[in-house]
């Protein structure tokens, strides 16, 4: 079916360390996938995207690795900083009818401790 | 370039009553959408419009949400009559294209049913 879940509800990490994020998907045709970052009272952000013909892309801080083979996508964070504090949800891009659809997963939630 | 803009960012309401949410997306974005979310949920898809035209409203219950995007820019969104169930915050979003495209979303509208 179509759905988008992660592994962990809630992410506890050190100011500094990185930070991994976790996703599966469930629809194998899935062609785009997209991170996002929803700080309290705010729309969710735009981080960053990967489409099915790729495994991994970089951004600023964060790294996006697709394993289409267990259908597993993670966000990695590297030396998160207390602005990194948020739910973070990722979601898929997959067919619905004649349209595409972006599906959203329940979110993780990062904590920063200092 | 601006963002999303919605309004109002919070309403307060009683089961029964009618309520309405504007947005207008980002300048040149042809696809707009309007997403429910309940406390601790991901983003749920409620209508997708392409330009002024409806391109998915498969999860839009229709019996008392209804949807308008006139002229392809500007879109409401109306409850009538609303359900506490509703209470949940609505985001709309857009993007330059459907399907493999990043949305970009706004503050959001949280509302209220008592």
């Known amino acids: 079916g179509e759905s988008v879940g992660l592994h962990l509800p809630t992410l506890s990490v050190q100011e500094g360390d990185n930070s991994i994020i976790n996703c599966a998907y469930s629809?194998?045709?899935?062609?785009?996938f997209i991170w996002y970052k929803q700080e309290s009272g705010k729309g969710p952000q735009f981080i960053i995207d990967?489409?099915?013909?790729?495994d991994k892309r970089q951004g600023q801080r964060v790294t996006v690795l697709l394993n289409k083979t267990v259908k597993h996508l993670s966000l990695q964070i590297a030396a998160t900083q207390p602005g990194d504090s948020a739910v973070y949800f990722c979601a898929e891009n997959t067919r619905h009818s004649s349209a595409s659809k972006i599906i959203f997963g329940s979110g993780t939630r990062l904590s920063i401790r200092p | 370039e601006a963002g999303v803009a919605q309004s109002p960012r919070y309403k307060i309401i009683e089961k029964r009553q009618s309520v309405a949410f504007w947005c207008n997306p980002i300048s040149g974005h042809a696809t707009l959408y309007w997403y429910q979310q309940i406390l601790g949920q991901g983003p749920k898809l409620l209508i997708q419009?392409?330009?002024?035209?409806?391109?998915?409203d498969s999860q839009l219950p229709k019996d008392r949400f209804s949807a308008e995007r006139l002229k392809g820019v500007d879109s409401t969104l109306k409850i009538q009559p609303a359900k506490l169930e509703d209470s949940a915050v609505y985001l709309c979003a857009s993007s330059r294209g459907a399907g493999r495209s990043p949305q970009y979303f706004g503050p959001g509208t949280r509302l209220t049913v008592t």
């Open positions: 990967i489409r099915s013909n790729m």
């Open positions: 629809n194998s045709a899935s062609d785009y």
């Open positions: 419009f392409q330009n002024n035209g409806v391109v998915d």
